[in-house]
Each structure stands twice: as structure tokens, then as C-alpha cells.
């Protein structure tokens, strides 16, 4: 059975920092595309980077040059450093996994097909204030 159990989450000041990690367990296949999403009370869950097993990444231009998506594979862990952080970005993060489709080298179009990603972690929270 898969999983994903993300962590890192918690209350910054703006300008801050913090790293969020996702820890999935449960598969073999290391194909896969893996994404990091968000969603902000009142507004739509929206893709924030994704990273595949080739070490393809892609970021939102919102987050771009802040924010850095990477991968231990050696403790199936996800990654995901926040750096510069700004009131907008406060929100619940998912870390997300798609192990069907196979790697994601266009990885700011995979953000946008979330349906692609089976299975969701329960999400950590992220608190910036001003």
C-alpha cells in the first residue's frame, strides 16, 4: 500500500524559511512523476513544483526562484525548501504521486493535471505572517 506522510509545516515570519519533506512508502517502480500542491482556504488546490525520477523539475512562476523541489531516493523521501516566504504562501501542502504514467519531463504541465497524481498525502500546514 502506498503512502505519503509529509512534515515540516509551521508558523514563519515573512522572508523566512522552511522545508517541507514527504516520505512514500509502498512502491517499487521508479518511474514516476511527484509533485508538491497547495491549497489556500476559499481557493483552488494549485501545483506548486513536481520533480520525476529522472530529475526533471518544474515550479510555478509564483514560486520560481524561491522555492526548490528535490528527492533522496535513498530514503523515499520528497523535498521541498521554501525560501523568502510570503503571506500568499500560506496554505496546506500536499505532496502528491503519480507511479503509473511514468516520468513528468515537462513538469509545469504535469502540475497542472492533478488527476494524474493517485496518491495524496495528508497534507502539512504553512503559516506565513507579515
Known amino acids: 500500500q502506498v503512502q505519503a506522510v509529509e512534515s515540516g509545516g509551521g508558523s514563519v515570519q515573512a522572508g523566512g524559511s522552511l522545508t517541507l519533506s514527504c516520505v512514500v512508502t509502498?512502491?517499487?517502480?521508479?518511474?514516476?512523476?511527484m509533485g508538491w500542491f497547495r491549497q489556500a482556504p476559499g481557493k483552488e488546490r494549485e501545483g506548486v513544483a513536481a520533480i520525476d525520477s529522472e530529475g526533471n523539475t518544474g515550479y510555478v512562476d509564483s514560486v520560481k526562484g524561491r522555492f526548490t523541489i528535490s528527492q533522496d531516493n535513498a530514503k523515499n523521501t520528497l523535498y521541498l525548501q521554501m525560501n523568502a516566504l510570503k503571506p500568499e504562501d500560506t496554505a496546506m501542502y500536499y505532496c502528491?504521486?503519480?507511479?503509473?504514467?511514468?516520468?513528468?519531463?515537462?513538469?509545469?504541465?504535469?502540475?497542472?493535471?492533478?488527476?494524474?497524481?493517485?496518491?495524496w498525502g495528508q497534507g502539512t500546514q504553512v503559516t506565513v505572517s507579515s
Open positions: 502528491a504521486a503519480d507511479l503509473a504514467a511514468g516520468p513528468c519531463p515537462n513538469a509545469v504541465q504535469a502540475l497542472r493535471i492533478m488527476f494524474r497524481y493517485t496518491y
Open positions: 509502498g512502491f517499487s517502480d521508479r518511474k514516476y512523476c
